[in-house]
């Protein structure tokens, strides 16, 4: 089937390359230390959510979807460190994140990932991290969890244009709950990453395409029931996603993970745009985004960088893990791979030039905690 | 030890020298292997003539049972079954296969051992396979083939492989090997006495056309890791269904009125009876179903009846959604990077117990990162011990937001951990 867009979907399109003429926004992005998950989370996220100008005005009275960085399978960790210290965002950061958006007036709090090729509820895939999602669910009064890997119980996919028409794909196919709430929240994780150089709250968007439609093992002919496999077809391309979501525009484009999973991750961001972005610093993993990549360590950088536009916030923490957000492929983090910040800038989300970016709280000079030595 | 065929020279019997081997399985009576059956008794050692299943019992001969063949009402003392595999990751050392579990298959005979030590509770089981050819193992290839036996309370029949039959000098180091691994079993008889810990019960006749899908089940239970009990059907009302949290009756026929009924009461006291659509007659209120849909779910009583669309006839899903029934609340243990790795838990018997995780590695090798366990029982005292130890290591335990942690030092082959309530 011919994907042909709407008269909506038509607008933004010709829209964004007015857009994206004009200099990419910048916003202030808060920074703070932190030592541990303990006590003294709380306080760090309220008072860099009240320098970036409280949370209040921005989810008041809302639904808030809050993508969480829940890579991998549950069954792996970095020797011995529990997922949250290494390459998921920790608990408690999930917890207090929820806490201070209840405690500011969120109506409805929803907790989303597409956990590795699984339908399992999400409760049932953070048991098996050993965390205690009933911990999470009673951090404030209404919080749901949602496995967006596959359509569950909701009705249809709900289709998100790229403003601009996007460099691989002019649209996306995701679950309902990335368009039905007020504030899109990224939770990620203060990682590397072995195709796009950084895990920030920008690739944390890769997560929330459904495995049915851009899995390994989705049907051809249509979306599948449940999610099979990984997202090689992003890797990759070595195929379509599924029938009746937007192929691909050039087909003959480079088949190089470097070249396009930078880019799919710039247009997500565009396509559906993070409110906030939160990232958990405190304890990490460098070398890599799970302990499948050979030579990942341990590192603590006790740092959390929270801001309302995701290219502002990532070039923020780019820069507090040592190195230039504004660098070129080749030269680290991206080494072999475009810089996403920039393809972003690219695509009008935000700005990844320091000299542009307010950062409040902490000074990035006296937190750089560099992820390569 | 299955004495090879070609050896004919009484001095291979030098070999077996500081072994704790005492017992050999010769092919053939008769003339040719007279004098190692001489000097074998020389040595203290037992020599059997290997027979055939249908053979008369008689001594000193060993009668040698296929296992797709087994007849488990024989009454031979010992339980010698071939058609066993050799355990190791499917593939082979240099190419594993991943799973639909995300983790590699693994050849183990640890669920047959369960399944005999359960329906044959008196007899001694020796398991009758041989190294694979073409394949030169590495020593903790043969340490692996005892663990995998004894772990379970078997016992492998050591064999060699060809290139060791014509080669003494590796002959020796496997035998060596193989040797260690038994002594330290023996060393540990007493845990042959523990009891499963179990969470979810496979209820069969384990016979007829239910023999393979059974097997099966079993086979792929073992790799979730979701420790289980294996129950007879014959046993009907008498079933021991304390403890646990979900039962499977997949038998292709319903249950006898008693067994039926007890299952049911087992359901309305709060467990989870998952089951085909051969059960039938349903009661209860209609409850959410699985995610995949593959199950209508009634509540009964405190519990949940799950009843499949389609016959159980795929164990790997049937072994997968009793799990996702289940929910993950309920387990008794959890693995991080053990992927390779199958578990097996039990605990003493006696008052004040005590509890045991054996873990076997069928990669033979280290692990890129170490094994964690998470048990959901809060010990108080764990103490490690690897294969062929004479002594174990404390271990530290961490507490964790669902019971306790162990982070387990780096293993190859075995491992064992021995739990204490208290400190």
Same mark, same amino acid.
């Given at each position: 089937?011919?994907?042909?867009?709407?008269?909506?979907?038509?607008?933004?399109?010709?829209?964004?390359?007015?857009?994206?003429?004009?200099?990419?926004?910048?916003?202030?992005?808060?920074?703070?230390?932190?030592?541990?998950?303990?006590?003294?989370?709380?306080?760090?996220?309220?008072?860099?959510?009240?320098?970036?100008?409280?949370?209040?005005?921005?989810?008041?009275?809302?639904?808030?979807?809050?993508?969480?960085?829940?890579?991998?399978?549950?069954?792996?960790?970095?020797?011995?460190?529990?997922?949250?210290?290494?390459?998921?965002?920790?608990?408690?950061?999930?917890?207090?994140?929820?806490?201070?958006?209840?405690?500011?007036?969120?109506?409805?709090?929803?907790?989303?990932?597409?956990?590795?090729?699984?339908?399992?509820?999400?409760?049932?895939?953070?048991?098996?991290?050993?965390?205690?999602?009933?911990?999470?669910?009673?951090?404030?009064?209404?919080?749901?969890?949602?496995?967006?890997?596959?359509?569950?119980?909701?009705?249809?996919?709900?289709?998100?244009?790229?403003?601009?028409?996007?460099?691989?794909?002019?649209?996306?196919?995701?679950?309902?709950?990335?368009?039905?709430?007020?504030?899109?929240?990224?939770?990620?994780?203060?990682?590397?990453?072995?195709?796009?150089?950084?895990?920030?709250?920008?690739?944390?968007?890769?997560?929330?395409?459904?495995?049915?439609?851009?899995?390994?093992?989705?049907?051809?002919?249509?979306?599948?029931?449940?999610?099979?496999?990984?997202?090689?077809?992003?890797?990759?391309?070595?195929?379509?996603?599924?029938?009746?979501?937007?192929?691909?525009?050039?087909?003959?484009?480079?088949?190089?993970?470097?070249?396009?999973?930078?880019?799919?991750?710039?247009?997500?961001?565009?396509?559906?745009?993070?409110?906030?972005?939160?990232?958990?610093?405190?304890?990490?993993?460098?070398?890599?985004?799970?302990?499948?990549?050979?030579?990942?360590?341990?590192?603590?950088?006790?740092?959390?960088?929270?801001?309302?536009?995701?290219?502002?916030?990532?070039?923020?923490?780019?820069?507090?893990?040592?190195?230039?957000?504004?660098?070129?492929?080749?030269?680290?983090?991206?080494?072999?791979?475009?810089?996403?910040?920039?393809?972003?800038?690219?695509?009008?989300?935000?700005?990844?030039?320091?000299?542009?970016?307010?950062?409040?709280?902490?000074?990035?000079?006296?937190?750089?905690?560099?992820?390569?030595? | 030890?299955?004495?090879?065929?070609?050896?004919?020279?009484?001095?291979?019997?030098?070999?077996?020298?500081?072994?704790?081997?005492?017992?050999?399985?010769?092919?053939?009576?008769?003339?040719?292997?007279?004098?190692?059956?001489?000097?074998?008794?020389?040595?203290?050692?037992?020599?059997?003539?290997?027979?055939?299943?249908?053979?008369?019992?008689?001594?000193?001969?060993?009668?040698?049972?296929?296992?797709?063949?087994?007849?488990?009402?024989?009454?031979?003392?010992?339980?010698?079954?071939?058609?066993?595999?050799?355990? @190791?990751?499917?593939?082979?050392?240099?190419? @594993?296969?991943?799973?639909?579990?995300?983790?590699?298959?693994?050849?183990?005979?640890?669920?047959?051992?369960?399944? @005999?030590?359960?329906?044959?509770?008196?007899?001694?089981?020796?398991?009758?396979?041989?190294?694979?050819?073409?394949?030169?193992?590495?020593?903790?290839?043969?340490?692996?083939?005892?663990?995998?036996?004894?772990?379970?309370?078997?016992?492998?029949?050591?064999?060699?492989?060809?290139?060791?039959?014509?080669?003494?000098?590796?002959?020796?180091?496997?035998?060596?090997?193989?040797?260690?691994?038994?002594?330290?079993?023996?060393?540990?008889?007493?845990?042959?006495?523990?009891?499963?810990?179990?969470?979810?019960?496979?209820?069969?006749?384990?016979?007829?056309?239910?023999?393979?899908?059974?097997?099966?089940?079993?086979?792929?239970?073992?790799?979730?890791?979701?420790?289980?009990?294996?129950?007879?059907?014959?046993?009907?009302?008498?079933?021991?269904?304390?403890?646990?949290?979900?039962?499977?009756?997949?038998?292709?026929?319903?249950?006898?009125?008693?067994?039926?009924?007890?299952?049911? $009461?087992?359901?309305?006291?709060?467990?989870?009876?998952?089951?085909?659509?051969?059960?039938?007659?349903?009661?209860?209120?209609?409850?959410?179903?699985?995610?995949?849909?593959?199950?209508?779910?009634?509540?009964?009583?405190?519990?949940?009846?799950?009843?499949?669309?389609?016959?159980?006839?795929?164990?790997?899903? @049937? $072994?997968?959604?009793?799990?996702?029934?289940?929910?993950?609340?309920?387990?008794?243990?959890?693995?991080?990077?053990?992927?390779?790795?199958?578990?097996?838990?039990?605990?003493?018997?006696?008052?004040?117990?005590?509890?045991?995780?054996?873990?076997?590695?069928?990669?033979?090798?280290?692990?890129?990162?170490?094994?964690?366990?998470?048990?959901?029982?809060?010990?108080?005292?764990?103490?490690?011990?690897?294969?062929?130890?004479?002594?174990?290591?404390?271990?530290?335990?961490?507490?964790?937001?669902?019971?306790?942690?162990?982070?387990?030092?780096?293993?190859?082959?075995?491992?064992?951990?021995?739990?204490?309530?208290?400190?």
């Amino acid at each position: 089937m011919r994907w042909e867009p709407t008269r909506r979907q038509m607008l933004a399109v010709l829209a964004a390359p007015v857009a994206a003429q004009r200099p990419a926004p910048a916003a202030p992005v808060a920074v703070a230390r932190c030592a541990g998950y303990g006590a003294e989370l709380v306080a760090a996220l309220e008072r860099m959510f009240d320098q970036l100008g409280g949370l209040t005005r921005l989810v008041k009275g809302k639904t808030v979807a809050i993508k969480l960085n829940l890579t991998g399978s549950p069954s792996y960790r970095m020797a011995h460190r529990p997922l949250g210290s290494a390459q998921w965002v920790h608990p408690h950061v999930i917890g207090a994140t929820v806490h201070l958006l209840g405690k500011a007036g969120a109506r409805r709090i929803r907790l989303l990932e597409s956990p590795w090729s699984t339908a399992e509820p999400l409760e049932q895939y953070m048991l098996q991290a050993n965390w205690d999602p009933a911990a999470l669910a009673k951090a404030a009064a209404q919080v749901e969890f949602e496995n967006t890997n596959y359509l569950g119980k909701a009705k249809q996919y709900a289709r998100f244009p790229v403003p601009g028409g996007g460099y691989i794909y002019p649209a996306y196919d995701l679950h309902p709950a990335y368009r039905d709430c007020d504030v899109f929240v990224s939770l990620a994780k203060m990682k590397e990453h072995g195709t796009t150089g950084v895990t920030l709250s920008m690739k944390n968007c890769f997560g929330i395409t459904p495995c049915t439609i851009y899995g390994d093992g989705a049907p051809e002919d249509g979306p599948g029931r449940f999610p099979v496999g990984g997202r090689g077809m992003f890797h990759y391309g070595r195929r379509q996603p599924a029938k009746g979501s937007p192929p691909e525009k050039d087909p003959a484009s480079p088949r190089e993970g470097g070249y396009r999973v930078p880019r799919i991750v710039a247009e997500l961001v565009a396509a559906r745009p993070v409110d906030l972005a939160i990232i958990d610093g405190v304890e990490s993993m460098a070398g890599g985004e799970g302990p499948w990549i050979r030579g990942v360590r341990p590192i603590n950088p006790g740092l959390l960088v929270a801001g309302t536009n995701a290219v502002c916030t990532d070039a923020v923490a780019v820069a507090l893990m040592g190195y230039d957000p504004t660098a070129q492929r080749g030269t680290p983090p991206f080494t072999n791979c475009d810089n996403t910040l920039r393809l972003g800038e690219a695509l009008g989300i935000g700005t990844p030039d320091l000299g542009r970016i307010e950062v409040r709280g902490t000074r990035i000079a006296e937190a750089v905690c560099r992820f390569r030595t | 030890m299955r004495w090879p065929a070609g050896w004919r020279d009484p001095s291979r019997l030098e070999l077996l020298e500081g072994t704790p081997i005492n017992c050999l399985l010769l092919a053939a009576e008769g003339e040719q292997l007279q004098a190692i059956r001489e000097q074998a008794g020389k040595r203290g050692l037992t020599c059997l003539t290997v027979v055939g299943s249908d053979a008369p019992a008689a001594s000193p001969q060993i009668r040698i049972h296929p296992r797709s063949t087994l007849d488990w009402r024989t009454a031979d003392p010992v339980l010698a079954v071939s058609e066993c595999v050799w355990p @190791a990751v499917a593939g082979g050392s240099g190419g @594993a296969q991943a799973g639909p579990t995300g983790v590699p298959w693994v050849d183990s005979n640890g669920w047959f051992v369960q399944l @005999a030590r359960t329906l044959r509770p008196r007899q001694v089981l020796w398991l009758v396979f041989e190294p694979p050819e073409k394949v030169l193992l590495r020593p903790e290839a043969y340490a692996l083939a005892v663990a995998d036996c004894e772990t379970y309370g078997g016992r492998w029949v050591i064999a060699l492989d060809a290139v060791a039959e014509s080669d003494p000098a590796r002959a020796r180091g496997l035998l060596a090997a193989a040797g260690r691994a038994v002594r330290f079993f023996m060393q540990h008889a007493r845990w042959r006495t523990f009891v499963p810990h179990a969470a979810v019960g496979i209820l069969s006749d384990f016979s007829g056309a239910n023999r393979d899908p059974s097997y099966e089940l079993l086979n792929l239970l073992a790799r979730r890791p979701l420790p289980f009990r294996i129950l007879e059907n014959a046993r009907g009302a008498a079933l021991p269904l304390e403890g646990l949290k979900a039962v499977i009756y997949a038998d292709q026929q319903p249950p006898e009125a008693p067994l039926r009924e007890r299952l049911l $009461a087992f359901a309305r006291a709060g467990g989870l009876l998952v089951t085909g659509p051969q059960w039938g007659a349903r009661e209860g209120a209609p409850a959410p179903g699985d995610v995949y849909e593959r199950f209508t779910v009634w509540r009964t009583g405190k519990g949940r009846l799950a009843i499949a669309k389609e016959e159980l006839s795929d164990p790997y899903l @049937a $072994a997968l959604d009793v799990h996702l029934l289940l929910g993950h609340e309920h387990d008794l243990l959890r693995l991080w990077n053990g992927g390779s790795l199958n578990v097996y838990y039990t605990s003493s018997p006696a008052a004040g117990r005590s509890g045991l995780l054996q873990l076997v590695n069928y990669t033979t090798r280290r692990a890129a990162h170490p094994v964690t366990v998470g048990l959901a029982q809060p010990y108080k005292k764990a103490r490690f011990w690897d294969l062929g130890a004479d002594s174990p290591r404390p271990l530290e335990i961490q507490a964790a937001a669902r019971g306790i942690e162990l982070p387990l030092p780096e293993f190859s082959v075995y491992a064992a951990i021995e739990l204490e309530e208290e400190a």
